[in-house]
């Protein structure tokens, strides 16, 4: 049996894997002659990886040896499989037969011969049947630890070589189970750990994934400054390379500035009371000196470690968006300081106000200060009040937009004049809130006030210079009639006392006296009908009796100074909308200035024409052309201006004025310099939508008039 | 009374009335009123409209004295009395004017006028007037 052995014990030794090893072997064996059956079994704590063990769970099973290989020859069982592991014996109890035997003496036995009908046999007759004689159990042993057992059973008697060899065998059996035993723990352990190390793994490669994706810099350090890590975000946010890092070169604190360091100290002491530190923002030097701002947040590694990991994250753009916005900010609270404007929310539903510094100023509180309507009306003027509540009840009713202008009265009791713009808006809940905008127009306001004021001053002194013009004329005017009263009444009386009396005489003289008082009654009559017009009477007049009324009236003092006056006037000069004395007031002021022009003048005929036309554009135009000194190119422009004249006594604001009352008739007024010597200025006014009852208003206006010129 | 004063220098008016008082004023009512005045005052008299109806009258040479209206249009009063100096008449003026300003009496007497009226002046006014222009001259001729 030797050298069959021999070779198997070399086959074995080159089988590794253990399933084979022990099949190997009780093949082996059983395949020598007169081997009956060879079977292996094992303790049950005992468990080896196998491919037929697969049905079979024995992990609570104590009692009993498990069988994992099995071969045999048998000779009277036919159909029987005898490396069939499932069958009868394939749990065999420890305290049972020789192998329950050897288990529990973990001794071999070699029973070189022995009858079927010994007490020792498990199955005797099996043993009869197949003829069995001899047994060889071996127990597997390791180390000193029972594995378990093998056991070899013969029809022929087997010598001790043979149970040599049988114990030779069951060690490297052993040998082999604990060896896959052991492969099975260190795989279990490498699997253990390789799961550990794939969860590990997955946390960590997600992890990394992050690091590398450089969507925030990462970065690692020691407590003493040493920079150990960073990704590439990091570099370039502090646009370090990666040899700076590794040189060493790189600590942490020359990273922060001076400014930053206590902040940076107390984030050390967070780190390593707590071991985190939660997010803070600070800045970093570059690489270049320049400045980055980041928002920071690590935790140590280990509890009470020295190593650190952090993220950083670069803030410049959001800095440059807070700049912008502060930017915008001071530009819209300057611009509201400038314009005098402020603005203000409220949400109606909640009666949440919210104010602009500069409207706080408008309203003269504190900066600041709660708001509630209750305080905003105390300083609405108190005529302007119930407008304010209607505008209150408005906004609560959901007005879209709307505008209104009210005043506020201040403490010192001055007035300020306010134009607000509201829109209303819903906010992010869909609840009704207004937006708006107020304006102080008090400057405005006053200033138009003022203007308007002067203007009717400046209409005012005017009329009064014209009136003393005109009460120059109108005296004048009088003191014919007058003349002609007194020298008629003094004939009257000559004639009566002559001897004898010239009554005829007398008759007519007192005839004429009538007549002279009744043209001095006229003359008032007209200047009662020309004054009795109240400030701005706006009507259809007729341009044309207008001027004669005012050329009758001015007569007098232009014939005083050689003025010849022509009028053309245009028949049925359309009628147009004015003011009668207003207009007046410009026809006079046109022929004082025509005469004026013309004082110098010896040397032609000081002539002035007045002429009346329609004009393009559904106007009509009157112009007042002189033979005076003219205008300069340089003057032209300026005639216009108030307090511009040339003359010497003048006030110059005729023509100011002038212009003014025409640009009031949507009309203009205008001056040319003439072909000839001297000028022409003219004013064109729109038409009135004439009416046929005007017409009749015309005739009866004729009454006062003198007839032409 | 009418006819008891003496006059200077007479020329002779028409149809033995006194001496020949011209009147020139554009104003109506002075045209109509002071003629029949001067003629209860026992003098002649013709009435002009304007400086120009005066000239081509004619009536210079028989005019002892010239009642005229400072302010006309065209020729002026004193523009008149230019022009008969520069043809050579002395005709004594009196000046009539509705402007009332003591100015224009220096300024006149300056200019050699006889008299000046302010409207409306009385008819004893006047006839003082006239007496002093008919008076012989006083006034050097200028």
Same mark, same amino acid.
């Given at each position: ?5 021999? !070779? ?14 022990l ?14 059956l ?10 080896i990886?196998?491919?037929w ?11 009993h ?24 014996f ?16 973990r ?28 047994f ?64 590990? !793994? ?8 992050l690091v ?8 690692? @350090? !020691? ?15 502090v646009?370090?390379?990666? %040899?700076?890092?590794?040189?060493g ?13 206590a ?17 803070? %923002?600070?800045e ?11 928002l ?5 590694f280990e509890?009470s ?13 959001? &800095? ?8 915008s ?23 949440? /106000? ?13 900066i ?6 209750d ?20 906004a609560?009713?959901?007005e ?15 007035? =300020? ?5 509201a ?32 203007? !009717? ?22 003191n ?13 009386q ?7 009396p ?22 008032i ?11 701005t ?37 359309p ?7 207003q ?55 300026? /005639? ?41 200025f ?7 939508l ?7 208003t015309?005739?009866?206006?004729t ?7 | ?13 028409s149809?033995?009335r ?45 005019? *002892?004295?010239? /009642? ?7 020729m *002026? ?12 008449? =002395?005709?004594?003026?009196? @000046?009539i004017?509705?402007? =009332? ?8 007497? &300056? ?8 409207k ?10 006239? =007496?002093?222009?008919l ?8």
């Amino acid at each position: 049996m030797a050298g069959p052995l021999l !070779s198997l014990a070399v086959t074995v030794t080159s089988e590794q894997h253990v399933e084979f090893v022990l099949r190997k072997i009780v093949d082996g064996l059983a395949s020598q002659p007169g081997v009956a059956l060879v079977r292996i079994w094992l303790l049950p704590s005992v468990h080896i990886p196998t491919a037929w063990q697969e049905g079979a769970h024995y992990q609570n099973e104590i009692e009993h040896l498990r069988l994992v290989a099995s071969a045999g020859n048998p000779i009277r069982s036919p159909g029987e499989d005898w490396s069939f592991l499932q069958g009868r014996f394939s749990r065999f109890p420890l305290n049972i037969g020789k192998v329950g035997q050897v288990a529990a003496d973990r001794h071999p036995i070699f029973i070189k011969d022995f009858a079927p009908q010994d007490t020792w046999v498990v199955r005797p007759e099996w043993a009869e049947r197949e003829e069995i004689r001899s047994f060889a159990g071996h127990p597997l042993i390791f180390q000193e630890e029972l594995l378990g057992v093998i056991g070899l059973f013969s029809r022929r008697a087997l010598d001790e070589q043979e149970f040599t060899w049988l114990g030779l065998f069951a060690n490297h059996a052993a040998v082999a189970i604990a060896n896959a035993r052991a492969f099975e723990e260190v795989a279990e352990r490498q699997k253990g750990e390789a799961e550990v190390r794939e969860l590990a !793994s997955g946390l960590e490669a997600k992890i990394r994934r992050l690091v590398e994706a450089n969507v925030v810099g990462i970065v690692m @350090f !020691s407590l003493e400054g040493a920079i150990t890590g960073a990704n590439d975000a990091f570099l370039q946010m502090v646009q370090y390379s990666r %040899e700076d890092l590794a040189t060493g070169r790189v600590v942490w604190m020359d990273l922060t500035p001076a400014e930053w360091r206590a902040r940076d100290e107390r984030a050390i002491t967070e780190l390593q009371t707590t071991g985190v530190f939660r997010p803070f %923002e600070k800045e970093y030097f570059r690489k270049d000196g320049s400045r980055v701002p980041v928002l920071l947040g690590g935790a140590l590694f280990e509890e009470s470690g020295n190593e650190c990991v952090a993220f950083s994250i670069d803030l410049s753009e959001q &800095k440059q968006a807070e700049r912008a916005l502060r930017r915008s900010e001071a530009f819209l609270a300057e611009g509201q300081r400038l314009g005098q404007t402020g603005s203000y929310s409220w949400r109606v539903a909640t009666g949440e /106000i919210t104010w602009s510094e500069q409207l706080y100023r408008i309203y003269e509180f504190e900066i600041g200060v709660p708001l509630t309507l209750d305080l905003i009306r105390t300083r609405v003027h108190p005529e302007d009040l119930t407008l304010y509540e209607k505008m209150v009840e408005q906004a609560r009713n959901g007005e879209n937009d709307f505008e209104w202008h009210y005043r506020l009265l201040m403490a010192d009791h001055s007035v =300020k004049y306010l134009h607000a713009v509201a829109r209303a808006t819903r906010d992010q809940n869909g609840q009704l809130e207004y937006i708006a905008a107020i304006q102080d127009v008090t400057a405005r306001r006053v200033s138009e006030e003022a203007r308007d004021k002067a203007r !009717s001053e400046l209409a005012h002194v005017a009329k009064v210079m014209s009136l003393g013009t005109l009460a120059a004329s109108i005296a004048h005017e009088i003191n014919q009639p007058l003349s002609g009263i007194v020298t008629n009444a003094g004939t009257c009386q000559r004639m009566l006392a002559a001897a004898p009396p010239n009554v005829d005489g007398a008759l007519e003289t007192a005839r004429r006296t009538i007549r002279d008082a009744n043209r001095a009654s006229e003359v008032i009559t007209r200047l009662r009908a020309l004054f009795s017009r109240k400030e701005t009477a706006t009507e259809s007049l007729d341009l044309n009796e207008a001027t004669r009324e005012v050329i009758a009236l001015s007569l007098s003092g232009l014939q005083r100074n050689q003025v010849v006056v022509q009028a053309e006037l245009a028949e049925h000069l359309p009628l147009v909308m004015g003011d009668r004395v207003q207009l007046q007031q410009v026809i006079l002021n046109l022929l004082r200035n025509a005469a004026d022009a013309m004082s110098t003048i010896d040397d032609r005929p000081r002539e002035l024409l007045v002429r009346t036309e329609r004009a393009e554009g559904n106007q009509v135009r009157l112009s007042v052309k002189d033979a005076g000194i003219g205008f300069t190119p340089e003057a032209a422009d300026k /005639i216009f201006e108030a307090f511009y004249t040339t003359k010497t006594d003048g006030m110059g604001i005729g023509l100011s004025i002038s212009r003014s009352i025409i640009e009031t008739h949507q009309g203009r007024l205008w001056a040319t310099q003439n072909d000839g010597p001297g000028s022409t200025f003219s004013f064109a006014i729109p038409c009135a939508l004439e009416r046929v009852a005007d017409a009749e208003t015309r005739v009866n206006r004729t009454d006062t008039s003198t007839g032409a010129v | 009374m009418p006819h008891s004063f003496v006059m200077g220098c007479p020329k002779s008016g028409s149809r033995n009335r006194g001496p020949l008082l011209s009147v020139v004023d554009d104003d109506q009512s002075v045209r109509e009123s002071l003629p029949d005045l001067i003629r209860e005052l026992g003098f002649a008299a013709r009435v002009f409209s304007s400086a120009e109806d005066f000239l081509s009258s004619g009536s210079i040479d028989e005019t *002892s004295c010239l /009642i005229l209206d400072i302010a006309m249009p065209g020729m *002026s009063g004193p523009e008149l009395q230019q022009e008969l100096k520069s043809r050579g008449q =002395k005709i004594p003026i009196i @000046f009539i004017t509705g402007q =009332k300003d003591e100015a224009i009496r220096a300024l006149m007497h &300056k200019q050699g006028a006889a008299g000046l009226l302010f409207k409306p002046f009385s008819d004893a006014d006047l006839l003082t007037a006239i =007496k002093t222009a008919l008076r012989p001259l006083e006034v050097p001729p200028g």
